[in-house]
């Protein structure tokens, strides 16, 4: 099975957003990113447009419909009825939802599908109506797993930043590895696909994908991006895509 990746452009925002310039271009980079072979463009869509703006949303769309219809859009965010509204109108492929507060710099937990569950089950189905995949971002826990397939949701996107956080000690990743695989087995022994994401980069990928064949997708922004200023955006994508196992 082929790992995936997604790009994820809201560092590119942020970078734009801190001038009045239309430049770097967010669906610029996504075309770069798209044609050197990346399978997505992902983002996340906060209250305040901190980073990826609502108007991104329609440019976005139309750079995947008019020049990649094999590609796939994939939003993120905490289910509030304005952020339904901006899926309802941009018409993802994949949904991603996410239990962050607004105030939250990047998204630093999953959900707990036991207490959570009630809430979720009713935007997963009103999700999965209007065509969209569903994907819910959940913490390296089996116990959880059980839950989460009652939802509804087509996969989980297992949050990774621990593992990330432990890029200087090889004994702490091992185990922040078998975490995430133990978590994936349940996943997929309740049906459930699994995707990956948070603070991966070229080095950490391979033992992810190697401990995780079934892993389907990872979607990847913050690492991506810092190595793009290294080697330039499409390099980048390539390199990434190794990284997943991908013939390149």
């Known amino acids: ?31 770069i990113a798209l044609q050197a072979g990346a399978h997505g463009l992902t983002v996340h869509p906060r209250p305040d447009q901190r980073h990826i703006r609502f108007s991104d ?3 976005i769309r139309a750079l995947i419909d008019e020049e990649f219809p094999q590609a796939e859009f994939n939003i993120e965010g905490y289910p509030t009825p304005e952020f339904l509204a901006l899926v309802a109108a941009a018409r993802p492929e994949q949904v991603t939802l996410v239990p962050d507060d607004p105030a939250q710099p990047t998204s630093d937990h ?31 826990d089996p116990v959880q797993m059980s839950a989460a397939a009652d939802t509804g949701c087509d996969r989980i996107e297992l949050y990774t930043g621990p593992y990330g956080g432990t890029h200087s000690d090889p004994d702490a990743a091992k185990a ?20 990956a994401g948070h603070d991966l980069t070229v080095e950490n990928l391979p033992p992810l994908v190697a401990r995780i064949p079934a892993l389907a997708e990872v979607s990847i922004g913050h690492g991506l991006t810092a190595d793009s200023l ?19």
């Not at 809201?10 to 009045?20: F, G, V």
């Not at 959900?111 to 009630?118: L, Q």
């Not at 290294?230 to 390149?248: D, I, K, P, S």
């Open 176 to 195: 922040e590895i078998e975490r995430l695989g133990a978590t994936a087995d349940a996943a997929i022994g309740f049906g459930l696909g699994v995707n």
């Open 230 to 248: 290294e080697h330039g955006m499409a390099e980048t994508v390539r390199r990434f895509r190794r990284a997943c196992g991908q013939a390149v």
């Open 110 to 140: 999953g959900w707990d599908f036991v207490a959570d569950g009630a809430m979720l089950r009713p935007v997963v189905d009103e999700l999965k109506s209007g065509g969209a995949r569903v994907s819910l971002f959940a913490d390296a």
């Open 1 to 31: 099975m082929t790992v995936e990746l997604s790009v994820n452009l809201n560092a590119i925002a942020m970078l734009r957003n801190r001038r009045d310039l239309p430049w770097p271009s967010v669906t610029g980079i996504g075309r």
């Open 57 to 59: 949303l329609p440019a």
